[in-house]
């Protein structure tokens, strides 16, 4: 890692009740090792924490992952654990981490990388031209085509016009 910062903010819910989860205790783990103890605040959010990230060039250029990553467990009194695996801190970016708390629920959540990172399984090939649906009254065409003119249909908007006439003179009688 470099000396280009980004920075890791958490927003604490009580996921029950949908409330702010003032004094959260955030666990902060770089790999294995605890980096940082953090507490919410009354809103249920904490300090901005600054935390080494890669240089920005790489986000551009490739080679290196342009993003740093980071393990977090959230607790609140009245609500079991929330283990966060995989929080992605980008140089010069703020990350916000969002986290629900839900009462008696231990939870794992894991931030997968990007699919630009990730090795994804192998995509399953698919034919170019696929076949037609059969004949269903509508006709599918193989390029943009836009009508010179278009005609447009006043007959339903004379009889609504007609009906409304027709309510209002009944009103009037």
């Not at 009194?77 to 980008?90: N, P, V, Y």
């Amino acid at each position: 890692m470099s000396e280009f910062n980004g920075g890791l903010k958490f927003q604490v819910f009580n996921g029950g009740i949908a409330r702010p989860a003032a004094n959260a205790k955030i666990l902060l783990y770089d790999g294995e090792s605890l980096i940082n103890t953090l507490f919410t605040n009354s809103d249920g959010e904490s300090e901005t924490l600054p935390l080494p990230a890669p240089a920005e060039i790489f986000s551009t250029e490739g080679g290196e992952k342009p993003y740093s990553v980071y393990n977090a467990q959230i607790s609140f009194d009245g609500a079991e654990s929330l283990f966060i695996e995989g929080i992605q801190i980008f140089p010069n970016v703020i990350s916000i981490q969002k986290a629900d708390l839900f009462e008696g629920q231990t939870e794992l959540i894991v931030i997968d990388a990007p699919s630009l990172w990730a090795n994804d399984a192998e995509k399953i090939p698919e034919d170019e031209v696929k076949p037609l649906p059969e004949d269903e009254g509508f006709v599918v065409l193989d390029r943009v085509v836009v009508p010179d003119f278009v005609v447009p249909c006043f007959r339903v908007v004379v009889i609504n016009c007609y009906n409304l006439l027709k309510r209002d003179v009944y009103r009037v009688f």
